[in-house]
């Protein structure tokens, strides 16, 4: 038996950022697949990009949060 490392489930997808995990997920901004724990890099990444060039954000500034409970602003506060 060879040694083998491509995904086990027949005609899963390689994830688009690291090819090495079965993709999870579909990114409705780019349709990309991806694999759940690249997705949430990804993302972390885009908003600190944002937080940056749109100098949202200065080093020792405090920040406030509210939630209303929904799915968006939860990972948002998880983010952040
Ligand atoms: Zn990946």
Redesign the pocket.
Known sequence: MEADSKPKKFGARL?C?????VAALKRPKTLEQ??R??FYAVIEEEIHQVILENQLLEPGERIATGASGGKGLISLYKLI
């Open positions: 994830c950022v690291c090819n090495q995990n991806i694999y724990e690249c």
